[in-house]
C-alpha cells in the first residue's frame, strides 16, 4: 500500500498534509539547539522537552487555524492559552531549594521555545529563527558570565 492509499484511508491527501508537516519539523528543528544546550548542562529539561514544547504549541496553531480563519480573537485566546501552559510547565523546572533559586533560565527557555512554536505555527517563521537563535545564544554565551552563588 503506498502513502497516497493510506492517507486516502485516513481521510487525508498529501498537498493538505504537507504544509503542517513542515511547519512541525521546523518548529522541532529550531527547538533542538536550546534543548541540546539545555541537556549538556544537566538542567531539568532537555534535549526531549524542548522541541515537544515547540511543535505542540504549533500543532495547537495549525489543529486550529481553520476554524478561526477570520477571528482573530478565537486565535489569540488560542496563543494566550498556549501560553499559560507552558508556563505551567516551566515553572515545574524552577527549584527553590534554601536562599537560592534554580531553573529560571529553563523555565524562561521553555516559554521562548513556545513562541517558536507559536510563531512558526502563524507562519512567522524568520520570527521564530530569530527568537531560536537569540533564545539559544543567551543560554550558551552568557552563561559563562554568570556569577555563581
Not at 13 to 21: A, I, K, N, S, T
Not at 93 to 99: C, Q, T
Request: charged letters at 15%.
Amino acid at each position: 500500500m503506498s502513502l497516497s492509499e493510506v492517507l486516502a484511508v485516513l481521510g487525508l491527501d498529501l498537498p493538505r498534509l504537507l504544509p503542517h508537516l513542515i511547519a512541525l519539523a521546523v518548529a522541532y528543528i529550531l527547538a533542538v539547539p536550546i534543548g541540546w544546550d539545555r541537556e549538556r548542562s544537566e538542567h531539568s529539561a532537555g534535549l526531549r522537552t524542548f522541541p515537544l514544547v515547540a511543535i505542540a504549541a504549533c500543532g495547537f496553531i495549525q489543529a486550529t487555524e481553520r476554524m478561526l480563519i477570520n477571528e482573530p480573537e478565537g486565535l489569540a485566546r488560542v496563543v494566550e492559552g498556549i501560553i499559560g501552559g507552558i508556563g505551567f510547565i516551566g515553572g515545574g523546572a524552577i527549584l527553590k531549594d534554601h536562599a537560592s533559586v534554580r531553573g529560571t533560565a529553563t523555565a524562561a527557555s521553555l516559554w521562548a521555545t513556545g513562541a517558536v512554536g507559536i510563531a512558526v505555527g502563524l507562519g512567522a517563521t524568520d520570527v521564530a529563527l530569530v527568537i531560536s537563535a537569540i533564545t539559544f545564544a543567551t543560554l550558551r554565551f552568557l552563561s559563562p558570565l554568570k556569577q555563581e552563588k
